[in-house]
Structures are given as C-alpha cells and as structure tokens.
C-alpha cells in the first residue's frame, strides 16, 4: 500500500517534468546569455540588470503563452484527426503548462542576475559560478522522477548551459567596439 502511494506521489510530481526543465533551462540560459554578452562587450552592470530582468519577464511570458498555444494546437489537431474531446492525452489543461513553463522559467532564470542584485563581486565569475551551479542541480533534480543518475542529468544539463553560455560571450566580445 505505502509502495502505490509513493509511485503514484512520483508520478504526478513528474506530470510537469518536460515544462519545469524546460522552463527552468530555457530561463537560466537565456538570462546568463544576457549577462555573458554584456560581460564580454564590457558594458556597465546596471546594463545587465536592466538587460536580464527585461529578458527574464519578456521571455518567460513568451515561453509560457508558446506552451499554451502549442498545447492548444496539439489538441486541436487530436480532436479533428481523433474526433474525441478538447482532452488532452496527459490531462493537462493549455493554462496550466503555461504556467508550469513560466514559473520555472522566472524562478530560475533569476539566477544568474543574483551577484548583480547583490553586488557579490567579481560579478560576473560569481554569476558564472552561480549559473553553473543552477545548471547542475536544475538536471540533477531530474533524477527525482526518471531513472537516470543524477550527477549524469546535472552535468548534461551543465555542459549545454555552459556552451550557449561560451556563444553569447564570444559574440559580446567580437561586438563589444559597437556599443
């Protein structure tokens, strides 16, 4: 009895799963993108602030109102094809992996801006290390509803982080005599 109400417990915790990390993903490496390019094009730090948090609610609205509109799609397409009910397959309404989306992409797109808020410097190897470390735990919190090794999700999650990480660096840096 107490082994079906754990496996039950798991599944619905990983109803959400696909819409947490990538939310969460999406919101951590957009939000450092900002902080890299401006970090490499050696711009002021309220300019990362100003930046990442515009960046932040723009783009989790994005996210989130993609996910609904994908979701609404996809369920229209099941209903003419299947000619069934608005259902969707999972049982998961368009406004609430809107949000799912949004929440873990505010929540943890913030971050990378923390050392800037704060003012923990250096800024910008603090917010590299903060954002890796948000990398790392965001995979490795994926271990909780699949049966991969959680180390294994955390340093997939890390690398792929770090590398758009490294572009919006580069490109800062090879643009910084523009600005």
């Known amino acids: 009895m107490l082994t079906e109400l754990l496996e039950d417990e798991v599944e619905a915790s990983g109803e959400y799963v696909a819409e ?11 939000t450092f993108a900002v902080v890299s390019g401006v970090a490499g094009a050696a711009l002021q730090p309220s300019i990362v602030l100003i930046l990442g948090i515009a960046n932040l609610l723009a783009d989790g609205f994005s996210m989130g109102m993609s996910n609904y509109l994908s979701r609404r799609s996809e369920i229209a397409y099941r209903t003419s094809v299947e000619n069934t009910g608005p259902e969707t ?6 406004t609430s992996t809107a949000a799912v989306t949004f929440v873990a992409f505010v ?39 699949t ?15 770090m590398l ?13 005599g523009i600005a």
Do not use: C, H, Q
């Not at 250096?122 to 890796?132: C, I, N, Y």
């Open 20 to 30: 947490v990390i990538y939310g969460a993903n999406d919101g951590i490496i957009t």
């Open 89 to 94: 397959d999972e049982g998961k309404s368009p």
């Open 107 to 145: 929540v943890a797109g913030w971050a990378p801006l923390f050392p800037y808020i704060f003012v923990l410097e250096p800024l910008f190897p603090v917010s590299l290390a903060v954002t890796g470390v948000a990398f790392f735990a965001v995979g490795a919190s994926r271990s909780i509803v």
């Open 147 to 161: 049966d991969r090794r959680w180390y294994v999700n955390g340093g997939e999650m890390f690398a792929v982080g």
């Open 164 to 176: 758009a990480a490294a572009v919006a660096y580069a490109v800062g840096t090879l643009l910084k």
